[in-house]
């Protein structure tokens, strides 16, 4: 009994040694905006969403209806993509905030092993003065 104790503690502990499954990080405003993200398992998926909050008076909250985001890709062999999307900026509200979490890929998978760098531009845009960052989420998935 004492050693099926013993293995079950150490199987725990390696567990729990193994590389997180998800990233989650938030760059203050005004940027710039560069996450780096491990994709080492060209077998398992990605899903990636962005999340903001925005501040400012409930006439400025109520104008900011979308943000232009050009996001560009950078493999781990300095290969790069680059897209325009537009994040709604819908979510949950208070007053004189919103908070803003918005799925932007699922089921990624990385042609290439490694770290890769996603840079995200805004270009000018209605409600981009209230913008108080932006967070990146990635998690992989679950197929």
């Known amino acids: 009994m004492k050693n099926l104790s013993c293995l079950l503690s150490l199987l725990l502990l390696v567990a729990a040694c193994r590389e997180p499954s998800s990233l989650e990080e938030f760059i203050p405003a005004p940027g710039p905006y560069e996450f780096q993200v491990e994709m080492s398992d060209t077998t398992a998926s990605y899903d990636f969403s962005f999340f903001t909050r925005l501040d400012g008076y409930p006439s400025d909250l109520q104008a900011a209806h ?3 985001l050009r996001i560009t890709w950078i493999s781990p062999s300095d290969s790069s993509y680059t897209e325009s999307v537009y994040m709604p900026l819908s979510g949950r509200s208070s007053v004189f905030s919103r908070q803003v979490f918005q799925p932007y890929r699922a089921h990624v998978r ?29 998690a992989q998935s679950s197929d």
């Open 110 to 138: 990385p042609v290439q092993p490694g770290l890769w760098t996603l840079r995200v531009a805004i270009p000018y845009a209605d409600g981009r003065e209230i913008l108080r960052g932006l967070g990146l989420v990635v």
């Open 66 to 68: 979308e943000l232009p």
